[in-house]
């Protein structure tokens, strides 16, 4: 397919997990309006060698200044687009229209990709931003697949669209959520999202205002406001077929190992060197509420299978780190694991591939039948070849 990859990165590791598992361009935040937590957040240092490292693969990085913006930060805008310019950003995706004027205003070298917060819908629309400068548009993420292919040919010939393919989806229209600031004073518009739409909830009958109930769906759990996950694997030709041009993934707080699998996933099967059985399997190795295909094929109708609650088939065990000789190879531990386990390699050049662990040796060269303390590296052996930055896993 000859579609954008784009991955998410709330962190270096996550970034370099991403580019390293097949991610054609990545999205981060930086110090300013990124709409994430701040532990989300890249220094100016940490974007500008962001932005170098992903140059220096052929890749792209994109910059997310899309909160709702104040008149103070209004004013920061200038200084601060023309800084991303100059560290390499290749993109600011916003959505705020002042804050589009202001930085084509002030920045113009800067592309400018309008955010799916923008909720754009429609053809018409699309021109507008695209009038004022934006060369994409991150497509709302209610419209329906018929509605985007009804706008190929409606749109200039250099607006790329982007949609977003997995990941998890706010109960909101577009993310435009008050539930947190409402109940912690924490905006889910501001980067602040204390996620209150995933907390157990109960009711009260009017003249009992005592007896709690529980809301309760299927196996006990009472996330009644949790949305499903989105996942477009099995259609991803029909969006390239509408006319998208970037693939978006879901998740700059979500963790590395999050990433390498999804990314994974997609990459071996928009390439072709997986079917889609397999990549679909794939997706469930990673933490993930019930999957659904949004609203691409109409109204999203609530599952009563879905329970709201998180799944996964696999456990993160070590990420590879050095090749010491034969079919020896360091690895740094992220969840215990022990001498007769039998182990999956996640990589970008093979899938399927599994081991028992027959040897293991702690950093003093002593053998060991357990790796159990934190991020400790030992030494194991492995009949695949491997390479740094591949990851190992355990099917639960």
């Not at 560290?87 to 990709?113: Q, Y």
């Not at 409606?154 to 607006?159: A, C, F, Q, S, T």
């Not at 409402?182 to 999202?193: A, Q």
């Not at 399927?352 to 702690?362: A, D, K, R, T």
Request: glycine letters at 8%.
């Amino acid at each position: 397919m000859n579609v954008e990859l784009l991955a998410p990165a709330g962190s270096m590791e996550a970034l370099k997990t991403a580019l390293y598992f097949g991610a054609d361009a990545v999205y981060c935040g930086g110090p300013l309006m990124q709409l994430r937590a701040e532990g989300a957040a890249f220094t100016f240092e940490q974007l500008k060698e962001a932005a170098a490292y992903a140059h220096a693969l052929g890749k792209k990085l994109y910059v997310t200044v899309n909160c709702f913006a104040k008149n103070s930060e209004i004013d920061r805008l200038g200084d601060y687009a023309r800084q991303l310019y100059e560290i390499g950003a290749d993109a600011a995706i916003v959505s705020d229209l002042g804050a589009i004027a202001e930085i084509r205003e002030k920045c113009p070298e800067l592309p400018i990709h309008v955010s799916t917060q923008a909720n754009c819908l429609n053809y018409k629309t699309a021109c507008v931003y695209h009038g004022m400068g934006a060369s994409r548009i991150v497509l709302g993420r209610e419209m329906p697949l018929a509605a985007i292919e009804e706008m190929k040919g409606k749109l200039p010939p250099d607006l790329e669209l982007e949609v977003f393919i997995h990941g998890a989806m706010c109960m909101a229209y577009s993310g435009r959520c008050l539930l947190s600031s409402y109940l912690t004073n924490r905006s889910g518009n501001r980067g602040e999202c204390a996620q209150p739409c995933r907390w157990n909830y109960y009711v009260f009958e009017e003249r009992r205002d005592t007896m709690a109930i529980p809301v309760v769906q299927e196996g006990e759990a009472t996330a009644i406001f949790s949305s499903a996950d989105l996942k477009c694997i099995s259609f991803l030709d029909r969006l390239e077929q509408a006319g998208v041009k970037s693939f978006k993934i879901e998740g700059r707080m979500k963790s590395p190992y999050y990433v390498a699998t999804v990314v994974n996933a997609y990459r071996h099967y928009m390439d072709g060197d997986a079917p889609l059985e397999v990549c679909d399997a794939e997706l469930d190795c990673a933490s993930h509420r019930p999957y659904s295909t949004g609203f691409y094929f109409g109204e999203m109708l609530r599952d009563p299978n879905n329970d709201g609650q998180y799944r996964r088939t696999c456990t993160f065990i070590a990420v590879v780190l050095e090749r010491l000789g034969d079919d020896r190879y360091l690895v740094e531990q992220r969840n215990s694991f022990a001498v007769g386990d039998t182990l999956e390699i996640l990589s970008p050049r093979s899938t399927g591939l599994s081991f028992p662990v027959e040897e293991l040796v702690g950093e003093d060269g002593v053998p060991r039948e357990i790796a159990h303390l934190v991020q400790e590296k030992v030494t194991i052996r492995c009949p695949h070849p491997l390479q740094p930055g591949d990851i190992l896993r355990r099917r639960i």
